[in-house]
């Protein structure tokens, strides 16, 4: 698959998983789902970064977002 996919999903997982991990601090209970999710993220950001010939600048994100979303919804 799309290293650059990859990428765009791991991180939007990553950013879905703060929600859940703060909610359950807040209640006391332990984060499972968002740990859960924090190692999805995780794991699809490594995959992308070593399939990508070169890996990522922190400059390259927001066009990858682009160009992800670009070809996906048109």
């Keep these: 698959m799309d290293p650059d996919l990859f990428l765009v999903v791991g991180m939007v997982i990553g950013v879905l998983a703060i929600p859940s991990m703060l909610s359950a601090f807040s209640e006391s209970r332990s984060p499972?789902?968002?740990?859960?999710?924090?190692?999805?993220?995780?794991?699809?950001?490594?995959?992308?970064?070593?399939?990508?010939?070169?890996?990522?600048?922190?400059?390259?994100?927001?066009?990858?977002?682009?160009?992800?979303?670009?070809?996906?919804?048109?």
């Design 32 to 74: 499972r789902a968002g740990a859960i999710l924090v190692l999805i993220a995780g794991v699809l950001v490594v995959v992308a970064v070593q399939n990508k010939a070169g890996g990522y600048t922190f400059a390259e994100i927001p066009q990858v977002f682009y160009n992800v979303i670009g070809r996906y919804f048109r």
